[in-house]
């Protein structure tokens, strides 16, 4: 490979400008600072030292190192662990700075022409953007997610020219073209991008709730987005009222029925599987919001997950197996979603999955025994644990299969909020939900 056709690897949005090289001055500062102090002694283990490296290098980084937690059938275990230790939650900027992006965006007069308020104080900040209330002219109440100033500039220099340098490294050192690091981080720069587009953002909302209109679904809304005030970098939406699963204490205070709330958030996600053509991939406790009519919200649409039609049925056959434990289901349908380029035999790959997940309820007192999980009750952990296993044997998973289970085990941990706040409510519900997926009558299951 000539060095011309290296470069010709690299994406037509690649930037080298004086902002970038700015930004590739900065990231050889904080690189070399982290050589010096380890030159002097400050000589912490590796993936440590990564996840502290990523931190001080800011946005880039962080959201690869938010990747690196989610993806472990692609790295390794060590640093899957430790890079759970990424904050989503970031130290906020300045408004004057972030109204500069307003302006450019929306015009000098978005006050009073689009907006009669915006609120200066944040209601929240992430490595991307931030996002605050506001009230447009006409009377609605919405808030704005505004991209942070340079941070587009930031994350295409830094993964173009990460991506470089893995190109010239799989070159250098041909053995390395097995790890498919170019591979890898050019996905990454794919995903971390596409973020930054908040027309895509939008059009995924818009996808998902023409899915809900189209199941007549009446129980979980997605905000409506106005796009007369939203831009490749601001985007505008209604403002849902509600509590996010979250804030517990304020949860046990309302009346609202958990069985069927969470119940309504599952269902429709499963549906969305295999109705709509994305389905949501960061449904965490904090973007499902329970709105004061009782209606569950979806928001956060920036990280959404397609899937092909093998997967996605091996999928479904998954959660299924995994809901009733049928280990023997569980193994199979790994194999119909991996990849794998030797005979795997599923019988000792069920006999191992069934092992791992008695574990979960009695850890083993033996502590040199495989699957010692007395570290794993939250959802990254039990993925991380589950594809291991898979792992194993030979299978090696698709990121998006990834997003999908750690989805599912996001729902599988929000079980203790129903169990405190239902008590006696909470029985049946995981008969029922099996048999919305089965298409059976649940008194069958009695």
Known sequence: ???????????????????????????????????????????LPAPVLLRRTFERLGATYIKIGQLIASSPSLFPEAYVKEFQRCLDQTESVSFKYMENILKKELGPHYIPDIFSHVDETPLASASIAQVYAARLSTGEDVVIKIQRPGVETILATDLNTLYLAAVMLEKLVPRLKHASLAGILSEIRR?????????????????????????????????????????????????????????????????????????????????????????????????????????????????????????????????????????????????????TRKKVDTARLAKDLEYFYLSLESPPPDEDMAFAVSDLPEPDQTLLEIVRIAETHGIRFPREFTLLLKQFLYFDSYRDIVFEMAGADMEGLMDDFISKMEGLDPTLLQ
């Open 191 to 339: 995903t971390v991008l596409e973020e930054c587009d908040f027309i895509k953002e939008s059009e995924n909302i818009e996808i998902f709730s023409k899915f809900l209109e189209g199941t007549g679904n009446p129980d979980v809304v997605t905000p409506k987005v106005y796009h007369q005030a939203s831009s490749r970098r601001v985007l505008t939406m209604e403002r849902l009222y509600g509590t996010p699963l979250t804030r517990r204490e304020q949860l046990f205070k309302a009346s609202q029925n958990p069985y069927r709330i969470l119940g309504a958030a599952f269902e429709t996600w499963m549906d969305s599987i295999t109705k709509c053509e994305l389905f949501h991939a960061d449904l965490h406790a904090g973007n499902i919001l329970i709105l004061d009519d009782g209606r569950v919200g979806f928001i956060d649409f920036g990280i959404v997950g397609r899937i092909s039609g093998k997967t996605r049925d091996g999928v479904q056959s998954l959660i299924k197996a995994m809901m009733v434990m049928d280990y023997q289901t569980m193994a199979e349908s790994m194999l119909t979603i991996g990849m």
């Open 1 to 43: 490979m000539t060095l011309k056709s290296i470069f010709m690897e690299l994406p037509r949005a690649a930037s080298f400008g004086w902002h970038s090289v700015n930004r590739i001055r900065q990231t050889a500062g904080v690189l070399g600072k982290t050589g010096l102090y380890w030159a002097l002694g400050d000589r």
